[in-house]
């Protein structure tokens, strides 16, 4: 079932929003009226926030905006700006264009953005389907923000909720053909890094040290004690040294093992007796725990309590398993587009192109939703 969201009116939303503001320089707590405007989260944070200020000074006015630094320039608008009633009306006034932009964060959350020109401010508003404290479902207050250039804003917005929608979809199709690119960049890189190591794992092969040598060659020492042997007797002797870089050593080959007299038990026979004299003496070691085990195995005694902690217990498993099951879910859909776009690529078909069919296919979606 497709949900109706009715997009906001400035001129219902807005007035009671600017009546509140002149009264943070007045009360260090906010107005009964301004909490059932702001959306739960910021909700909770102002009436929290606002009861544990250290002074009166304190504005609840800064709470209304999330960074610290907008939050000092938003009091400084604020504080310069007369927000006085139409005398007729006993309303303020707006501009008599007041534009609106929304923006789709994800499938749950969608954002308007309402900027008053004329006040300097910008209002975050965010669609609350299921807000019991706030009158039930209907726009409220995200954040409250100082009017800057837009341009400035890196974030993207949409001049109707359908556009806001379209360009959701576009956004996570390109986000998961950039991972399924980074993907394969890794995988390639992966395999060059596997090409190298293969190539110089060939010199880690070769022994580190030097091949033991049956023959050593004469130190200087010998040499002064065979000054009267010829030079070719000499220089003969370095035919039986192994060279270092050669990897077959003959003096390393060991011939074949034969009989042993040597049994492989004898170490066991003779430690037998003097671990069978300790057994006798310590009986409760034989399992290697002794009264350890038996104190372990007491039961514990039941409480009263049981039966709700195990109730309590079954309602956080089933919590767990849905958020895990829906968490596997888009691990699922993202692994399946990864998967078809890896196809479309090895069939010739660009990116263009496929990003054109699976928007064709979620457009589909939403006409069999409306049906």
């Known amino acids: 079932m497709v949900e109706l969201i009715s997009p906001p009116d400035p001129r219902t939303l807005l ?10 320089f007045v009360s260090p707590l906010p107005p009964p009226a301004l909490l059932p405007l702001l959306s739960p989260v910021l909700r909770q944070r102002v009436q929290v926030l606002s009861s544990l200020a250290a002074s009166p000074s304190e504005s609840w006015l800064r709470l209304l905006c999330w960074d610290s630094g907008k939050a000092e ?36 959350t969608l954002q308007s953005r309402v900027l008053l020109s004329d006040y300097r401010l910008k209002a975050i508003y965010l669609w609350c389907p299921n807000d019991k404290d706030g ?28 556009e806001a929608n379209s360009h959701s979809k576009e956004r996570l199709i390109e986000d998961t053909l950039r991972a399924a690119e980074k993907e394969e960049e890794a995988a390639k890189d992966e395999e060059d ?46 035919a039986d040294v192994q060279p270092a870089m050669d990897n077959h050593d003959p003096s390393e080959e060991q011939p074949e093992l034969g009989p042993s007299s040597l049994g492989g038990d004898l170490l066991a026979n003779l430690l037998k007796p003097h671990a069978d004299n300790e057994a006798s003496e310590n009986p409760l070691q034989l399992n290697g725990h002794g009264d350890t085990d038996r104190a372990l195995n007491h039961p514990r005694p039941s409480s009263a309590s049981s039966n709700s902690s195990e109730a309590v217990a079954k309602l956080e ?35 263009a192109e496929f990003q054109s069919l699976v928007r064709t296919e979620l457009e589909l979606l939403n006409v069999s939703d409306d049906d």
């Open 15 to 24: 007035p009671p929003l600017l009546a509140c503001l002149p009264t943070a």
């Open 73 to 108: 320039r938003l009091q400084t608008i604020v504080d310069e700006t007369s927000f006085e009633p139409h005398p007729v009306s006993g309303e303020i006034e707006l501009p008599d264009e007041v534009p609106v932009e929304y923006k789709r964060v994800d499938e749950e």
């Open 135 to 162: 009158g039930g479902p209907g726009w409220r207050i995200a954040e409250l923000l100082p009017h800057e250039d837009s341009r400035a804003d890196g974030d993207v917005w949409s001049a109707s909720i359908g």
């Open 193 to 238: 890094d596997d090409d190298d190591d293969g190539y110089w794992a060939q010199y880690d092969a070769t022994p580190g040290r030097t091949p033991s040598v049956k023959t050593p060659a004469p130190n200087a020492r010998s040499g002064l004690q065979h000054q009267d042997m010829s030079e070719a007797s000499y220089f003969s002797r370095y």
């Open 317 to 351: 498993l089933e919590a767990e398993n849905q958020s895990a099951c829906e968490v596997g879910v888009k691990q699922h859909i993202s692994s399946n587009i990864k998967s078809l776009f890896r196809l479309a690529r090895a069939t010739g078909i660009t990116r």
